[in-house]
């Protein structure tokens, strides 16, 4: 989300938590959460400083969804993953047999 403050300065931030009339959000480098609480349509800052909050989803800018390959992983990495899912601790990881795919095998 970005806060607008009144002086023109953004701030990236994101959203903790939100009720009717509250948001708790942290902001970009910050340590700390603050608290936004909303009196009479208007955003206020914890100062009482009025600011505008502006959602991602209304920003109008969308990111692309991934594609396919962008989601695919080798075969040697799939099996590292399969074993490592298949071990419940450190000393099983050595014990269980190594799992092998071929490219475009399934992994179930």
Known sequence: MLIRY???TNSEAVLI???TGTMRVVLQGGADA?????VNGAWLSENCEPVQVEFAWESGSHTAAPSVSDCLCSAQLASMLVDLLATSSPEAESEAPP???SAGSPVL
């Not at 603050?34 to 909303?38: H, N, W």
């Open 6 to 8: 009144e002086d023109g």
């Open 17 to 19: 938590s939100r009720t």
């Open 34 to 38: 603050i608290d936004l609480t909303e």
């Open 99 to 101: 799992r092998h795919f």
